[in-house]
T-cell receptor, first 113, second 116 residues
Framework: NAGVTQTPKFRILKIGQSMTLQCTQD?????MYWYRQDPGMGLKLIYY???????DKGEVPNGYNVSRSTTEDFPLRLELAAPSQTSVYFC????????????FGDGTRLSIL | AQKITQTQPGMFVQEKEAVTLDCTYD???????LFWYKQPSSGEMIFLIY??????QNATEGRYSLNFQKARKSANLVISASQLGDSAMYFC?????????????FGQGTRLTINP
């Protein structure tokens, strides 16, 4: 029972580099989300998707892009990495049924140096 | 304006005691839901309990219960008979509306430490 799987778990990037954080879920959830968590803070929504081919911005989308070509996968792309993007990134998914909780992956710890 | 406020940055409790973690929220939407998540030192986010704005009774899940006071806009988490494994960060989160993506807004969290 894999749930939400994020890769990689850790990554160090140099300023200006790009990378893609992978997220896949095996629960056939339509709704998927990307959050970032800065040290000592709560989670902030970056992007979300309500189904394949449909994405929308959250609270802090600048510097990121997403795509959703399949129900299972929701990758997050960082272009031109900046130190301000050093954070822990969480992917989550949820059933379409109302009031269901979001299920989170284990997170990706990203450092930009 | 901050929608979720957790006023206790840290709490220290003796093992086996009950503990209440505070959460207040702000919304003008009559339809909303409140979630509590636990984040242990290993970093994962674990769903604990949910309360809907129209639920007539306070939610309970094992040792977790939610003290929901709608007029005061508070949704405090109560952990009974605390255990060492309860030491973690606890986040309160709110979603507004029943339709659509039901995005969550998180509070800043409370770090709970259970002392033996």
């Amino acid at each position: 029972n894999a749930g939400v799987t994020q890769t990689p778990k850790f990554r160090i990037l140099k300023i200006g580099q790009s990378m893609t954080l992978q997220c896949t879920q095996d629960m056939n959830h339509n709704y998927m989300y990307w959050y970032r968590q800065d040290p000592g803070m709560g989670l902030k929504l970056i992007y979300y998707s309500v189904g394949a081919g449909i994405t929308d911005k959250g609270e802090v989308p600048n510097g990121y892009n997403v795509s959703r070509s399949t129900t299972e996968d929701f990758p997050l792309r960082l272009e031109l990495a900046a130190p301000s993007q050093t954070s822990v990134y969480f992917c989550a998914s949820r059933q379409t049924v109302d009031n269901q909780p979001q299920h989170f992956g284990d997170g990706t710890r990203l450092s930009i140096l | 304006a901050q929608k979720i406020t957790q006023t206790q940055p840290g709490m220290f409790v003796q093992e086996k005691e009950a503990v209440t973690l505070d959460c207040t929220y702000d919304t003008s939407d009559p339809s909303y839901g409140l979630f509590w998540y636990k984040q242990p030192s290993s970093g994962e986010m674990i769903f604990l309990i949910y309360q809907g704005s129209y639920d007539q009774q306070n939610a309970t899940e094992g040792r977790y219960s939610l003290n929901f006071q709608k007029a005061r806009k508070s949704a405090n988490l109560v952990i009974s008979a605390s255990q060492l494994g309860d030491s973690a960060m606890y986040f309160c989160a709110m979603r507004e509306g029943f339709q659509g993506a039901q995005k969550l807004v998180f509070g800043q969290g409370t770090r709970l430490t259970i002392n033996p």
